[in-house]
C-alpha cells in the first residue's frame, strides 16, 4: 500500500472512520453527567471535563465511522454513544449485553465489522454504523487460556484490515511454560479473520505468532506507517541474587515497558524476554554492572545465563516507565506528534505510582520513521497530564476498586475534542475529555 494511503487507513482506524467525521465542540459541561467522582490535577496548557459517568468498568473506547463512541464495559457488555451539536452525549444504548465482555474492542476501518473479546473467545460481528445495530456474529477464535491476567487486547491490522492481532498475558508472576510459544501466553498472534472456521481458529494451535516473551502486553496501538507499539505490564517483588547476596529490587524494578512491535505484515516470531529478561528502571538496584535505564536484566545471574545473555537476545524495549504504573492502553493523537498513555496505577507498592496519563513526544525522522524523541535509556522520556493529586496516596484493593480513578481506555477523538479516557473503579466507570489549550 502506498504510504500516504497507509497513513490515512491508520489514522481512521484509530478514530473508526474511513471518511471525515463532523467536528464538534468540548463542552464545558454536560447536563445530567456528575462532578469527576476523584479529585485530579493537570498539567498546564490542558483543560479536562466528564463526559460519561455511571457505566461499569469502562475498559477500551473506538469509534464508528459516523462519529458514534463505543465502549467496552467489563462484564456489562458493548454500549453506543451519540453526541448532539453541543459535544455531548445525546444517547446511549446497549449495543452488546453479557457478562462475558471484559476489555477487547476493535473495528475495521470501513466501519463494518466489530470485535469484541472475553477471555477465552474472539467474536465478530456485521456492524452498521448508520442504525448502530449488529448481526451475523462468528466465533474468530476461542481456546485462551484463563489465568491472572485476564483482558484480551484485539487490534485490526490498518494494513490488511482482515488481520487482526489478539493478545493474552501470562498465568502467573513468572509463567516459566510461556518460554514456547505453543502454550499461548504472554504473546500476541495473528489471524486471518476471512478464514476462520465456522468454530474459530484454536488461540493455542492456530494463527502466526508476531512476538512473544510479552509478560502482559495489554495496550497496542499503530502509528501512521502500520508499524504497533505496544505497552506492557511487567512483573512483581523482585528480588535480584548475584554472588549469593539476595537483594529486594521490587519498589522500582522491572519497568514497564514501551515496545516497538513492527509491521505485523513482516513481523514474526520476535521475541521480547519474558519470562526469563526483565527491564531496567531504577539502575541504581544494580551496583557493579554497566546496566541502564532499559537495559534487560536477569533475576539470578550466573555464568551460563545473565544479563548479557538477554541484552544479546532479547528485543529491547523503546522506552520504559517507572515500575508498577501498570499502563493499560495507548493511542497516539491525530498527527502522530504524542502518544498517550494510561496507567491503571499500582497494588503492590509502597508510596503508590500511576493513576496518571502520560504523553509521550514522538517525531517522525527522516526514513518516515516514526520514534519517541527520548533515547532508550531515558528517565524523563514521558510527563504527566492527567492524574491524582496524590498518586503515592493512592490505595488499590484488588484490580479496580481504589480511592482514585483507575486509568484503562485511550482514544484520540476524530471530531476534534481531544483523547477521551476512561476509569473502571468498580464505584462509578466515567470517561473524561482531555483537551490541550490552543
Known amino acids: ?46 483543560s479536562a471535563m466528564k463526559i460519561a ?3 461499569k468498568q469502562v475498559r477500551t473506547i473506538v469509534w464508528d465511522t459516523e462519529g458514534n463512541m463505543l465502549v467496552s464495559q467489563n462484564t456489562r457488555g458493548i454500549s453506543v454513544h451519540t453526541f448532539g451539536d453541543n459535544g455531548c452525549i445525546n444517547s446511549t444504548t446497549m449495543l452488546i449485553s453479557g457478562n462475558q465482555i471484559n476489555h477487547g474492542l476493535s473495528i475495521t476501518p470501513d466501519g463494518k465489522t466489530l470485535y469484541a473479546s472475553s477471555e477465552t473467545t474472539l467474536w465478530s460481528w456485521a456492524y452498521d454504523p448508520l442504525t448502530r445495530k449488529i448481526s451475523n456474529q462468528k466465533t474468530i477464535v476461542r481456546g485462551m487460556s484463563t489465568g491472572i491476567h485476564s483482558s484480551r487486547t484485539v487490534a485490526v491490522v490498518p494494513q490488511q484490515p482482515n488481520l487482526v492481532l489478539l493478545q493474552v498475558g501470562s498465568n502467573s508472576n513468572f509463567d516459566m511454560a510461556s518460554q514456547q510459544p505453543g502454550t499461548g501466553r504472554a504473546i500476541i498472534k495473528i489471524f486471518d479473520a476471512s478464514k476462520a472456521p465456522s468454530n474459530g481458529f484454536n488461540y493455542n494451535t492456530e494463527g502466526e505468532v508476531y512476538g512473544y516473551g510479552l509478560r502482559n502486553e495489554i495496550g497496542f496501538t499503530a502509528d501512521p506507517n502500520g508499524v504497533f507499539w505496544g505497552v506492557e505490564n511487567s512483573g512483581d517483588d523482585f528480588a535480584r541474587t548475584e554472588n549469593g547476596q539476595r537483594r529486594d529490587i521490587h519498589i522500582d524494578n522491572p519497568a514497564e515497558k514501551l515496545n516497538n512491535l513492527g509491521d505485523p505484515l513482516t513481523v514474526r516470531n520476535a521475541w521480547y524476554g519474558y519470562p526469563t529478561c526483565f527491564s531496567v528502571w531504577n539502575p541504581a538496584n544494580f551496583p557493579n554492572s554497566n546496566l541502564k535505564t532499559g537495559s534487560h536484566f536477569v533475576v ?131 470517561i473524561y475529555i482531555l483537551t490541550p489549550n490552543k
Request: aromatic fraction near 10%.
Open 53 to 55: 459517568g455511571g457505566l
Open 300 to 430: 539470578s545471574p550466573n555464568s551460563s545465563y545473565n544479563d548479557a545473555t538477554c541484552n544479546g537476545r532479547a528485543v529491547p524495549p523503546r522506552l520504559t516507565f517507572q515500575a508498577h504504573s501498570a499502563p493499560i492502553a495507548n493511542t497516539f493523537d491525530s498527527d502522530a506528534k504524542n502518544m498517550y498513555v494510561t496507567f491503571h496505577g499500582s497494588w503492590n507498592r509502597q508510596p503508590a505510582t500511576g493513576f496518571k496519563v502520560v504523553q509521550i513526544p514522538f517525531a517522525r525522522l527522516a526514513n518516515g520513521t516514526y520514534e519517541p524523541v527520548a533515547p532508550a535509556d531515558s528517565m524523563t522520556g514521558y510527563k504527566d497530564i492527567f492524574s491524582a493529586p496524590n498518586p503515592g496516596s493512592c490505595t488499590a484493593n484488588g484490580l479496580t476498586m481504589s480511592n482514585c480513578f483507575r486509568l484503562t481506555a485511550a482514544a484520540w477523538d476524530p471530531a476534534g475534542r481531544g483523547l477521551f479516557v476512561g476509569s473502571d473503579n468498580s464505584a462509578e466507570g466515567e
Open 1 to 46: 500500500m502506498h504510504l500516504v494511503k497507509l497513513a490515512t487507513a491508520v489514522v481512521a482506524l484509530a478514530s473508526g472512520t474511513d471518511a471525515a467525521v463532523r467536528q464538534l465542540p468540548r463542552p464545558a459541561s454536560c447536563s445530567g453527567v456528575a462532578n469527576f467522582r476523584y479529585q485530579y490535577k493537570l498539567e498546564s496548557g490542558w
